[in-house]
């Protein structure tokens, strides 16, 4: 299995609504990584997890909290979000060792926030 | 931390004709640089890499150069065809605290001309 499996595809939200995101990865990779992407713009680091724990924020809000339960999970739980947050969400997975090279993406969340 | 110019944001050639990008890079540690190409509505897909050890890397119509001396990489399609057309992302990578971060540069959105 060579894939990084996001889900829900679609995720529509209400600003008071609580919902998650989903990823998954059976590659033995243990560096886990949540982006985010706005239209016509690249993609932007907001969470790193190596060997489950973070180990880097980009100054995420709050209302974004990411969770890594075990080496094969990431989830970003999302509560009281904005318009502004609507956009793509991608995880992806690598080798966290140097020497190791190869970043895999999923296919991506895209949420709307209404 | 490392930054990532890349040009043009805009590209159109006629079918059969080369295809050239540009990134710089600001942080001399990096020591990996992919290429993705993304689709609209699709996950980036790693298309050709390069590690800092090597100035050059071909892959059929695509061929990437790194100079570090200079921190610049490029990009090169030869003979495109239609279903070249994509935005492409150059990226840098270094290593923070045990895990790789990605960092891409603007995007280059690369139309090819029938």
């Known amino acids: 299995d060579t894939e990084v499996t996001q889900t829900p595809k679609h995720l529509v939200m209400g600003m008071t609504n609580k919902k998650s995101l989903k990823c998954e990865q059976h590659?033995?990779?243990?560096?886990m990584y949540w982006y985010k992407q706005k239209a016509k713009k690249p993609p932007e680091l907001m969470f790193v997890?190596?060997?489950?724990?973070?180990?880097i924020n980009e100054s995420v809000p709050s209302r974004f909290s990411p969770e890594c339960p075990n080496s094969s999970l990431l989830n970003l739980h999302l509560h009281a979000l904005q318009p502004e947050d609507s956009a793509l969400y991608l995880c992806?997975?690598?080798?966290?060792?140097?020497?190791?090279?190869?970043?895999?993406f999923g296919s991506g969340t895209r949420l709307t926030v209404v | 931390g490392e930054n990532v110019e890349q040009h043009p944001s805009t590209l159109s050639v006629q079918e059969g004709d080369s295809a050239v990008i540009k990134c710089t890079y600001s942080?001399?540690?990096?020591?990996?640089f992919p290429w993705y190409k993304q689709e609209l509505g699709k996950r980036p897909q790693l298309i050709i890499d390069?590690?800092?050890?090597?100035g050059e890397k071909k892959d059929q119509r695509i061929a990437v150069t790194l100079n570090k001396t200079a921190k610049h990489f490029s990009l090169h399609i030869t003979e495109t065809q239609p279903e070249d057309s994509a935005v492409y992302f150059c990226?840098?990578?270094?290593?923070?605290?045990?895990?790789?971060?990605?960092?891409f540069g603007q995007g280059t959105r690369l139309t090819i001309n029938p």
């Open positions: 390069i590690r800092s050890n090597v």
């Open positions: 590659m033995g990779h243990r560096a």
């Open positions: 992806a997975s690598s080798q966290p060792i140097k020497d190791r090279y190869g970043y895999t």
């Open positions: 997890y190596s060997y489950e724990k973070l180990s």
């Open positions: 990226a840098a990578r270094g290593i923070i605290q045990g895990a790789q971060k990605l960092v």
């Open positions: 942080d001399s540690a990096s020591n990996y």
